[in-house]
């Protein structure tokens, strides 16, 4: 059959469903289709919480919905080729979709690691696929040796939610010397670090595994220094590839780190057509080096761009860079980052100057519910510019955070940062004395 979508984007995750409602807003009497290959979409960032705060693993599915009733058309296929030439997209059912423009959010496939034992029974990458993923929570529930292969964020969240489940052993293993260590400085991994410990989980870090072994199924692993881990089930957290078979099959380019080329309007070579999310290249916000980063919010702010911009470039909004901004929670510890870390700044020979700030979050340090939280800036020395931020404490470090994600995107200062005019209120904040940006900002001037 042959149909007809002036507006088509592949795809069924956050970057997706963001492009279409976008596309919709700013172009509400053009035709908007998705195709996606899978009939239930999740929420990636709640992947981890299926196994045991959500209820059940169906809290964690992305509604469609909304969508359909804002009068997009939702077809569950997959897309196999684009004829560029011809401006249409054939799918596997053998359908044709004529467009006008089309967006492809074609998302991630996870790494799965070159290593004996990966094709075993129990052994599960994260993948983003429901009915895959409700098998991994069951094997999860069933096991009592549970090993978590990677320490980053979403490496560190399985092993924090099923260390809230009785009776298991969870080991996480990771080449690197720190866990999150990619995302944050030694400090603040130490403290996720400790976090893990205190709730039970076994933590290696600066080992490889060489195999995992068993009769058909997972039962142990075998690391590079010699150690033998009990594992009946296994988790693969290590990361994710670009999904750009499609895109290279049809000619467009790739960039450096194999995502594909899109321009700051996410344009690709072919104007015509649009690249946002996990599949597209990613660029530093400060050096313009390559920086794969594939997370739900960098994907949706890609989709508003490109949504925004399909027929004309009406909203100024470009795409200047990722500065990776992440945040996790660790059973009442949130830990959140944004821009470069010291190590990295340093590795990238900038000449940096650092303030820090650690007191109560809420004033005084009495006041039911009062935590810690500690906070570190990375500053350009010459400029003052802000140029990097971590933050540890409790819920209101998610929100932290984005304050020093948008002062990074606006090039603020530290002594633009010294005179910030803040709201504060006892149950909410610490007290305008000494508020922890500031305090920071201004121990970054005294050095």
């Known amino acids: 059959m042959k149909y007809s979508a002036q507006v088509l984007i592949i795809g069924g995750g956050p970057a997706a469903a963001v492009s279409a409602a976008t596309a919709k807003k700013y172009y509400p009497d053009k035709e908007i289709t998705v195709i996606k290959d899978v009939e239930t979409s999740v929420v990636p960032c709640g992947i981890p919480y299926m196994i045991s705060s959500l209820d059940s693993p169906e809290k964690n599915i992305m509604p469609f919905d909304p969508l359909k009733n804002a009068g997009v058309k939702i077809v569950i296929d997959k897309a196999v080729e684009i004829e560029r030439d011809g401006k249409k997209v054939i799918t596997a059912a053998k359908d044709e979709y004529s467009y006008e423009k089309l967006i492809l959010a074609l998302g991630s496939t996870p790494v799965v690691p070159g290593i004996n034992g990966v094709e075993l029974e129990n052994v599960y990458s994260v993948k983003k696929d429901f009915d895959y993923l409700k098998k991994m929570i069951e094997s999860v529930k069933k096991s009592k040796n549970i090993a978590v292969i990677g320490g980053g964020f979403i490496g560190v969240e399985f092993c924090d939610e099923i260390s809230s489940l009785d009776g298991k052993n969870i080991c996480l293993i990771e080449m690197l010397p720190d866990i999150i260590g990619n995302s944050f400085d030694k400090e ?39 150690q033998v881990i009990p594992a009946d089930t296994v988790i693969l957290s290590i990361g994710g590839i670009p999904n750009t078979g499609l895109a290279v099959k049809s000619g467009l380019r790739l960039g450096m780190g194999k995502g594909i080329w899109v321009d700051e309007y996410t344009r690709t070579i072919d104007t015509d057509i649009f690249a946002v999310g996990d599949c597209a290249g990613k660029r530093d916000f400060f050096t313009r080096k390559d920086n794969p980063v594939m997370l739900a919010s960098v994907a949706t702010a890609e989709a508003r761009i490109a949504g925004a911009n399909l027929y004309k470039l009406k909203v100024i909004r470009e795409n200047k860079g990722t500065i990776a901004a992440y945040s996790t929670y660790l059973s009442g510890l949130v830990l959140a980052s944004a821009g470069l870390t010291e190590e990295t700044a340093l590795r990238e020979n900038f000449e940096v100057v650092v303030g820090k700030s650690e007191s109560p979050d809420k004033h005084p340090g009495a006041m039911p519910g009062a935590g810690k939280l500690m906070i570190k800036l990375v500053f350009a020395r010459q400029s003052g510019i802000l140029i990097g931020g971590q933050v540890a404490g409790g819920n209101s470090v998610g929100e932290i955070i984005n304050v020093i994600g948008l002062a990074i995107q606006k090039n603020v200062s530290m002594n633009e940062l010294e005179s910030f005019q803040m709201a504060t209120h006892p149950y909410l904040t610490p007290p305008p004395t000494k508020y922890h940006i500031v305090e920071a900002a201004m121990n970054a001037i005294g050095k």
């Open 188 to 226: 603040f991994a130490e403290i996720a670090k400790k976090k893990l410990l205190d709730k039970g989980v076994k933590v290696l870090t600066g080992v490889r595994v060489e195999e995992i072994s068993g009769k058909g199924k997972a039962e142990k692993i075998k690391l590079s220094d010699g």
